[in-house]
């Protein structure tokens, strides 16, 4: 016990030590400065009953202004008012950019005046009680964005109204070494609370499992232990509730009374302080327990103003009681307490280190203000060792009966792998199958496509399809103004030629037309269709008037080669062709297309047939919806 002891008092010297430096009367900032502690610079002044406006207060006489003189600005719980002012010096020679930190989050209320003596000076307000997205820096401390001009003195005041403990630590940064060290911070945040995150769901895992009602009560502390340090460093205002500036004070009353309640119930459920064996400290415990609940309750009604120093006087007489309770547990040589004790040494020597930093019996450090964090989450840690730790010895003792849950867990296991391989391999084979009819019924559609889309007896595309694609194509050469042609092919005097020889025969006829057609007009974008009876059309998508007359003429003179053998003569076929190639005025010119290659066709048939006719717009006609190419 001595050695525990004199560990204990080595932490106290530890974080109750305060370096000393010599103070100047006004900061320098020179270009090597990143960051400088303002706290030696700071005169202060009580504001009397009466409000001081701010044009009063710089016309103080100096000797109305106390010198603070020391590395921490903490006048303790008051509901006096206090004007702060400082003054720094830039040395650089060059406009510095800088930030004011003011590290204590919940103050209620911060005027703060930058050269309030100087002609357009600038003037903020800031706290707690103002809504989190009016601050000009969004970040859970006050950061006020300060020019300081080169080689001149720019003196701040501040204005501070709070109901909390009245400490103002400031500090000066450069820019980019204060977003460098905010980096450390958050992952220093992050890190803590993930850590206790995760315990939250480990523990609510395990009591879930074993139904333990320990771990309940441990879920609860832990839960509301972080949510406490939140709301105390304005983590939770920053992320949680942004506008809910009541709450956010009324936040530390009720989630500090939590931690004690939570904390007392799991202490006498888990060491065992009980009626029988412990009846003074259980009926003191309870008590305990029971004024936090009131105290956690009254933080929903009563003002914090009113609540703060009740709450931190239960909060050091809970942590005090939990420490005594474990130590006490120890010597009985309970074999849970030995975790049990260094938990609490560690979580609840942080809280008391804060607590006695608000009344001023310590100063306010980095270490007195982040002790209760890293105290607790090594407390966190060390109970989830104690509860596993006893987890472990309830587990030997249902050994037998697990084993023989196991055992037949693990026959249902078998049943269930063997179940589910058939279901797995029934399914793969009904997956194949709908594949496979999948890929059939899509080879059907294809193929049903393809025949509504082509003529039976020439193989051509037929007509239904040809009107698709000409309106899309007439709509294409508007968009981009390319020149369209079209061809109208009709057999000469085709009509005769079935009546002589037969159908049959003229089928033949028109079955070798097609082929011909099909054989010259071979570009993927081109289009070859029987459009009805002996009639022929072909699309020519960005084809000039030159190009469609020359494929027409081929056309032409290929079907007028083609020797067409019948009953031992030799029969031969001519198409008249009339060619239209526009460039289309408007999206729907399909019907003026097609009626210009129509008359094209006729102009082709009065000129004897066998021939090629482009269509001509009329010398004295209106300006027409297309333009010839």
């Given at each position: 016990?001595?050695?525990?002891?004199?560990?204990?008092?080595?932490?106290?010297?530890?974080?109750?030590?305060?370096?000393?430096?010599?103070?100047?009367?006004?900061?320098?900032?020179?270009?090597?400065?990143?960051?400088?502690?303002?706290?030696?610079?700071?005169?202060?002044?009580?504001?009397?009953?009466?409000?001081?406006?701010?044009?009063?207060?710089?016309?103080?006489?100096?000797?109305?202004?106390?010198?603070?003189?020391?590395?921490?600005?903490?006048?303790?719980?008051?509901?006096?008012?206090?004007?702060?002012?400082?003054?720094?010096?830039?040395?650089?020679?060059?406009?510095?950019?800088?930030?004011?930190?003011?590290?204590?989050?919940?103050?209620?209320?911060?005027?703060?005046?930058?050269?309030?003596?100087?002609?357009?000076?600038?003037?903020?307000?800031?706290?707690?009680?103002?809504?989190?997205?009016?601050?000009?820096?969004?970040?859970?401390?006050?950061?006020?964005?300060?020019?300081?001009?080169?080689?001149?003195?720019?003196?701040?005041?501040?204005?501070?109204?709070?109901?909390?403990?009245?400490?103002?630590?400031?500090?000066?940064?450069?820019?980019?070494?204060?977003?460098?060290?905010?980096?450390?911070?958050?992952?220093?945040?992050?890190?803590?609370?993930?850590?206790?995150?995760?315990?939250?769901?480990?523990?609510?895992?395990?009591?879930?499992?074993?139904?333990?009602?320990?771990?309940?009560?441990?879920?609860?502390?832990?839960?509301?232990?972080?949510?406490?340090?939140?709301?105390?460093?304005?983590?939770?205002?920053?992320?949680?509730?942004?506008?809910?500036?009541?709450?956010?004070?009324?936040?530390?009353?009720?989630?500090?009374?939590?931690?004690?309640?939570?904390?007392?119930?799991?202490?006498?459920?888990?060491?065992?302080?009980?009626?029988?064996?412990?009846?003074?400290?259980?009926?003191?415990?309870?008590?305990?327990?029971?004024?936090?609940?009131?105290?956690?309750?009254?933080?929903?009604?009563?003002?914090?103003?009113?609540?703060?120093?009740?709450?931190?006087?239960?909060?050091?007489?809970g942590c005090s009681t939990m420490l005594m309770l474990s130590i006490v547990r120890w010597v009985k040589k309970d074999p849970a307490a030995k975790y049990y004790t260094f938990a609490w040494v560690f979580m609840l020597f942080g809280g008391i280190v804060l607590a006695m930093s608000k009344f001023t019996m310590l100063p306010r450090n980095l270490l007195t203000e982040n002790a209760t964090q890293v105290g607790s989450a090594l407390g966190v840690i060390l109970l989830s060792i104690a509860l596993a730790d006893r987890l472990n010895k309830d587990k030997k003792r249902v050994f037998e009966a697990q084993q023989r849950l196991l055992w037949e867990e693990r026959k249902a296991r078998v049943a269930q792998t063997k179940t589910l391989e058939i279901q797995r391999e029934a399914n793969v084979l009904l997956e194949d199958r709908v594949r496979e009819r999948t890929r059939d019924l899509e080879k059907l559609n294809?193929?049903?496509?393809?025949?509504?889309?082509?003529?039976?007896?020439?193989?051509?595309?037929?007509?239904?399809?040809?009107?698709?694609?000409?309106?899309?194509?007439?709509?294409?050469?508007?968009?981009?103004?390319?020149?369209?042609?079209?061809?109208?092919?009709?057999?000469?005097?085709?009509?005769?030629?079935?009546?002589?020889?037969?159908?049959?025969?003229?089928?033949?006829?028109?079955?070798?037309?097609?082929?011909?057609?099909?054989?010259?007009?071979?570009?993927?974008?081109?289009?070859?269709?029987?459009?009805?009876?002996?009639?022929?059309?072909?699309?020519?998508?960005?084809?000039?008037?030159?190009?469609?007359?020359?494929?027409?003429?081929?056309?032409?003179?290929?079907?007028?080669?083609?020797?067409?053998?019948?009953?031992?003569?030799?029969?031969?076929?001519?198409?008249?062709?009339?060619?239209?190639?526009?460039?289309?005025?408007?999206?729907?010119?399909?019907?003026?297309?097609?009626?210009?290659?129509?008359?094209?066709?006729?102009?082709?048939?009065?000129?004897?047939?066998?021939?090629?006719?482009?269509?001509?717009?009329?010398?004295?006609?209106?300006?027409?919806?297309?333009?010839?190419?």
């Open positions: 016990m001595q050695k525990h002891f004199g560990l204990f008092c080595l932490f106290f010297l530890l974080f109750t030590s305060v370096p000393a430096f010599s103070a100047d009367p006004v900061g320098t900032w020179d270009k090597h400065s990143k960051r400088m502690e303002l706290s030696r610079y700071v005169d202060y002044w009580q504001e009397p009953a009466e409000t001081a406006e701010i044009s009063d207060v710089t016309r103080l006489d100096s000797k109305a202004w106390t010198r603070n003189g020391s590395d921490s600005i903490n006048l303790g719980y008051t509901r006096k008012v206090y004007w702060f002012r400082m003054a720094m010096e830039n040395a650089t020679g060059s406009e510095a950019n800088t930030f004011l930190e003011i590290g204590y989050p919940v103050l209620d209320q911060i005027a703060i005046y930058i050269n309030p003596e100087q002609r357009g000076a600038k003037s903020l307000v800031l706290g707690d009680k103002q809504p989190f997205y009016d601050r000009p820096i969004l970040h859970r401390n006050f950061v006020v964005p300060i020019t300081l001009a080169p080689d001149q003195k720019t003196v701040v005041y501040l204005r501070v109204e709070t109901t909390s403990s009245m400490q103002v630590p400031l500090t000066l940064w450069n820019q980019d070494a204060f977003y460098s060290v905010e980096q450390s911070r958050s992952m220093f945040e992050g890190l803590y609370y993930g850590i206790v995150l995760v315990m939250i769901l480990y523990n609510l895992f395990v009591y879930l499992a074993v139904g333990e009602r320990s771990f309940l009560h441990y879920v609860g502390f832990i839960a509301a232990m972080p949510l406490f340090l939140a709301s105390l460093h304005g983590v939770a205002f920053q992320y949680l509730w942004p506008e809910a500036t009541w709450w956010n004070d009324q936040s530390i009353i009720v989630f500090l009374s939590l931690v004690v309640l939570f904390g007392g119930t799991f202490s006498i459920k888990f060491i065992n302080v009980s009626r029988e064996n412990h009846p003074l400290l259980n009926r003191w415990t309870v008590g305990v327990v029971i004024a936090a609940g009131l105290m956690a309750t009254a933080g929903l009604l009563v003002p914090y103003k009113y609540m703060i120093l009740p709450t931190i006087l239960l909060a050091v007489t294809e193929q049903l496509l393809e025949l509504s889309a082509t003529d039976a007896l020439t193989e051509l595309k037929n007509r239904g399809h040809f009107d698709r694609v000409f309106q899309s194509a007439v709509v294409h050469a508007y968009r981009y103004q390319e020149p369209l042609s079209l061809l109208m092919l009709d057999i000469d005097h085709f009509k005769q030629f079935n009546d002589n020889y037969g159908h049959l025969v003229g089928d033949d006829c028109l079955r070798m037309v097609a082929q011909c057609v099909r054989q010259l007009v071979t570009r993927p974008q081109d289009l070859a269709a029987r459009y009805g009876g002996e009639e022929f059309v072909v699309l020519l998508p960005n084809t000039p008037h030159k190009g469609a007359n020359d494929v027409a003429e081929r056309i032409r003179t290929a079907v007028a080669a083609m020797a067409f053998p019948l009953s031992g003569q030799t029969l031969h076929l001519t198409i008249s062709i009339g060619v239209c190639t526009v460039l289309p005025g408007r999206a729907n010119a399909t019907d003026e297309l097609f009626s210009r290659a129509d008359e094209a066709l006729y102009q082709a048939k009065a000129n004897g047939r066998n021939c090629v006719v482009a269509w001509a717009p009329p010398r004295q006609s209106a300006a027409p919806a297309i333009a010839p190419a």
